[in-house]
């Protein structure tokens, strides 16, 4: 895979779209929902990368696809170049880059907390605004139980893991 291409067509759609956080955010949808229809369907697969389908048919489905998540018409372009280029397949890497660049432009990141029990709301506000103070950033949490880390938490961040946990505590005496 041609990571420079995935970049580029990342910082293409960034510029594609307006500067509004919540239009960027549905950017990232957009981007997850055809990459996993690419993986999961195969009559959607064999459709996009059909050398008999026109490209224009190609271009206009999923032009159709994009208004569904209330992209602006300007992402036609960004779609007739993944067609032309036939990169459907990179839209995984694409996705990633675009998120880690839309977070460097936003300043928000997006974090994975896993605790191992669930917290009350009080704790778990307290638990976000010192992971927030610690890593100088604002963060936009999805908040996740798994019991198998005994006590503690997990923090994940693209670029940064913070491992707190029981779990991690008693491996590293074994």
């Known amino acids: ?36 229809l690419y993986k999961r369907e195969k009559l959607f697969r064999d459709f996009v990368l059909n050398p008999k389908v026109q490209k224009e048919k190609k271009v206009e ?8 998540f209330s992209m602006p018409s300007e992402v036609k372009e960004f779609i007739s ?11 995984g890497e694409v996705k990633r880059l675009y998120d880690y660049e839309v977070e460097k432009f936003l300043r928000v990141s997006k974090a994975f907390l896993i605790t191992a029990r669930r917290l009350d709301g009080e704790v778990l506000e307290s638990l976000k605004s010192k992971i927030k103070k610690m890593l100088n950033r604002e963060l936009e949490f999805e908040v996740r139980e798994d019991p198998s ?10 670029g940064v893991v913070i491992d707190a946990s029981v779990k991690r505590a008693l491996e590293r005496l074994a």
Do not use: C, H, W
Request: aromatic share 10%; charged share 25%; proline share 3%.
């Open 81 to 91: 170049y993944i067609v032309e280029l036939n990169a459907l397949p990179m839209l």
């Open 149 to 158: 880390l005994i006590g503690g938490f997990v923090v994940k961040t693209s």
């Open 61 to 68: 489905y999923l032009t159709e696809l994009s208004k569904k």
């Open 1 to 36: 895979m041609n990571r420079e291409l995935a970049k580029k067509l990342a910082k293409m759609l960034i510029n594609k779209l307006p500067k509004d956080k919540e239009i960027l955010v549905q950017g990232s949808n957009f981007l997850s929902f055809m990459y996993e």
